[in-house]
């Protein structure tokens, strides 16, 4: 049985790519949702049933026996739901027909937990994750659960498309102090979203994307960050360009780096899992629509003889 990676494009291949790096031993097979691209700017249910079929694709036709949902969006809008409904309906039909259970694992509380140990966060996500507040719910989980004795709130604040930020208060908890800042318990987080990206990622595009970096980015110029988090699998292909806005004193939280050591943490846990997996180290590339782009990067990260194949969800 292979590792699935779901993306809503070719922002994911970064990730499949770390993962691949590090575990280079098993077997994988990519999915793009490369015609419907982005998910960004979609509906909760179209996230859902776009994301639905994906995974479904993944474990019927692949034979994957667990899936990374890449997306952050798909993770923020969908994942939860799609692990309550579709996965444990899919488990217990296929437990009467004993086959073994699947598992579906998604990207953004791996991030959120890496962002919980600043004082000052920012995050750049598409403007579906940040509308959803998945990250500022998740960083809310972990500073409770760590410091459940802290009465000192969160405060969040929230923009999008480079504008102005604007307030929002939550009762949240603070993390673990940190070094610098007026009040070493409390955690401020900043959203704002970048609408544009992933289209010029897409489209490879970097001269034209680095003036909408510098007004994503501006809103976050003034705040002092200790961390920004790049909330989106594509965001990682600007990292450069964000740091070079940034500067050197603040830390990217990108999820190539993360994500691969915390799946071989899961699978190091969970042997159950990792025992079915194959072991032929191949890579299969599948996407909903080929393009130029998909065809470069798949070869420049998987090899030149790598075949780009197209499947219709």
Known sequence: MKIGIFDSGLG???????????????????????????????????????????????????????????????????LRRIQQEYLVEYNATRKVMGESERKILGVLIPTAEEAAKYKRVGILATTGTVNSNTFLTEIKKINLKRKKDLQNPLLVEEGAGGGDLKKNHLALKGTPPQKGGENHFTT??????????????????????????????????????????????????????????????????????????????????????????????????????????????SQKWFGKNTKVELIRL
């Open 12 to 78: 994911g291949l970064i990730i499949a790519k770390a993962i691949q790096k590090a575990m280079p031993q098993y077997d994988y097979v990519y999915l793009g949702d490369t015609k419907r691209v982005p998910y960004g700017n979609r509906s909760h249910e179209a996230v859902f049933e776009f994301t639905k079929e994906g995974i479904d694709f993944l474990f019927k036709k692949e034979n994957c026996a667990i899936v990374i949902v890449a997306c952050n969006t798909a993770s923020a809008r969908a």
């Open 188 to 297: 401020r987080v900043f959203q704002n979203s970048a609408p544009m990206l992933v289209p010029l990622i897409e489209e490879g595009e970097k001269e034209l994307a680095f003036q909408f970096i510098k007004k994503y980015l501006k809103p976050f110029t003034t705040k002092k960050l200790d961390a920004l988090v790049l909330g989106c699998t594509h965001y990682p292909f600007y990292k450069n360009e964000i740091k070079k806005v940034l500067g050197p004193k603040v830390k990217i939280i990108s999820q190539d780096e993360i994500i691969p050591k915390k799946l071989k943490e899961y699978f190091a846990k969970h042997t159950e899992v990792s025992k079915k997996l194959s072991q032929k180290k191949t890579a299969k590339i599948l996407v909903t629509d080929i393009t130029p782009r998909v065809k470069e990067l």
